[in-house]
């Protein structure tokens, strides 16, 4: 077997990407490949923790606009995304894969609260950690919530798993035909491009702590395992050497 390339990740996925081709909510057979893609990890050895999104349930910014206070509308994409939390945590389980979910808001009845030594001994058992909530507070993304949590447990690499779109481009592939795809991008770039990677909290956090980041389409079967096993996929954003 391929010796894995990194030893410990932090994987982003949107709530998007849970509802599959659906308008809205939760589609098992999205969820249940994206459990699938995860318990390929496990026989790679690699440890494994995940931040969730919960714009499929819910968008905090669109209730500000239509008149609801802006903590109380993040707070509750907060709640979001302990609901796909728990759908993934139950698919995964299902395959076999033993796994954890800790919020950053206390709802013990149904996560652990988030303890940072608690989710590192976690993942040196080989057990998944799904972080829930965000980082508890309003204002703040989930983008930044995995920025946040990939530094706190030591993740070697961030990687943002988008829906059907393959790496950065220079424009949106799906209204451009001719937008060019980076292999390779620096954070300054991509921060001065303004380019849809993650919010710019989020990607200045990475580039202050030198943490890389591999954008890439986690619906193309195996890419996973691929990025995990040293192959280049998708757009690495990184500094200069």
């Known amino acids: ?24 909510g939760i589609d098992a057979s999205a969820v249940n490949y994206l459990a699938q893609e995860i318990r390929q990890t496990q026989e790679l050895g690699i440890e494994m923790a995940l931040v969730v999104g919960g714009g499929n349930i819910w968008r905090g910014q669109e209730a500000e606009g239509r008149g609801m206070d802006r903590a109380t509308a993040d707070y509750a994409g907060m709640l979001a995304t302990v609901i796909n939390a728990l759908a993934l945590q139950d698919s995964l389980e299902q395959q076999g894969v033993v796994t954890r979910t800790q919020s950053a808001l206390q709802m013990q009845a149904v996560a652990e609260p988030y303890i940072r030594r608690r989710a590192i001994r976690h993942l040196e058992k080989q057990r998944v950690v799904l972080f829930a909530a965000g980082t508890g507070n309003p204002y703040m993304t989930t983008d930044t919530a995995s920025a946040l949590r990939a530094l706190e447990i030591g993740a070697q690499v961030l990687l943002m798993a988008k829906n059907h779109v393959d790496g950065v481009y220079d424009a949106d592939p799906r209204k451009n035909v001719n937008a060019k795809r980076f292999a390779e991008l620096d954070y300054m770039d991509a921060l001065n491009r303004r380019l849809a990677v993650m919010d710019s909290t989020a990607l200045s956090l990475c580039m202050d702590n030198k943490l890389p980041i591999i954008v890439f389409d986690i619906f193309r079967p195996g890419n996973l395992g691929r990025i995990l096993r040293g192959e280049s996929v998708g757009t690495m954003i990184a500094g200069r050497e």
């Open 1 to 24: 077997m391929t010796q894995p390339r990194y030893r410990r990740v932090l994987l982003k996925l949107s709530g998007e990407s849970l509802r599959g081709e659906a308008a809205f």
